[in-house]
Each structure stands twice: as structure tokens, then as C-alpha cells.
């Protein structure tokens, strides 16, 4: 229950690629879903985000080099980035949103987070 499984990242050499890879199916239900990364010593923050429906949100820094999708009967979701920079190098978290309802009444967005997958941009 309220698990999300990460896979992917590593070491890449400057200018390469990455897939990640987010598991989401035991969430019950999901809105948006989105990868967030986390460099040593700076805050959290968001790298890609994708709506239910299909919308796309990306931070400037990562803007034409990532492409994020999703399959919502798989309750997946991927991120793809390329032309790597070593200012990519950060811990990479999935994270899905969860609606939540109070006696029909919306209640906002309950946060659930991988595990964390370290990628390191070096040559």
C-alpha cells in the first residue's frame, strides 16, 4: 500500500542519457505523477510533472532535453532525459498524487515518493 517502486540512473558521461522508471501500482488512485531530484546540499525540486490527462510541466533547466509520459492503466511513469550535464547530478524521486475525499468533499493531494535513485552526470 502506497508504494512507489523506482529503477534506472547510474553513472552517465556528459551529453548521454537516462530512462527512469516509476511503478506506481499500488496506489489506488492517482492525479499527477512526477519526478523531482535532489543535489547535495540544495532543496528538492521538480524536474518533470504530467497530469492525468496528459499534461506536461518541465523546470527550465531540463526544458527540450526531457520528456516525461505516463500510462494510467499501468499507473506508470517515465522520465527520459538526454544531453546529460553534470549539473543534472542530483537523487532522482518519483512521486504520485493522491486525490483524497471527505465525505465527498475534496480534500487536496496526498504525496507518496519513491525511493530515491541516484544519477551522477561525469566523465
Known amino acids: 500500500q502506497g508504494q512507489l517502486e523506482q529503477s534506472g540512473g547510474g553513472l552517465v558521461q556528459p551529453g548521454g542519457s537516462l530512462r527512469l522508471f516509476c511503478d506506481a501500482r499500488?496506489?489506488?488512485?492517482?492525479?499527477?505523477m512526477g519526478w523531482y531530484r535532489q543535489a547535495p546540499g540544495k532543496q528538492r525540486e521538480l524536474v518533470a510533472l504530467?497530469?492525468?490527462?496528459?499534461?506536461?510541466r518541465y523546470a527550465d533547466s531540463v526544458k527540450g532535453r526531457a520528456t516525461i509520459s505516463r500510462d494510467n492503466d499501468k499507473k506508470t511513469v517515465t522520465l527520459q532525459m538526454s544531453g546529460l550535464k553534470p549539473e543534472d547530478t542530483a537523487v532522482y524521486y518519483c512521486?504520485?498524487?493522491?486525490?483524497?475525499?471527505?465525505?465527498?468533499?475534496?480534500?487536496?493531494?496526498?504525496?507518496?515518493w519513491g525511493q530515491g535513485t541516484q544519477v551522477t552526470v561525469s566523465s
Open positions: 512521486n504520485a498524487q493522491q486525490p483524497t475525499w471527505y465525505n465527498g468533499v475534496y480534500g487536496g493531494e496526498t504525496d507518496y
Open positions: 499500488t496506489i489506488f488512485s492517482i492525479n499527477a
Open positions: 504530467i497530469t492525468r490527462s496528459g499534461d506536461t
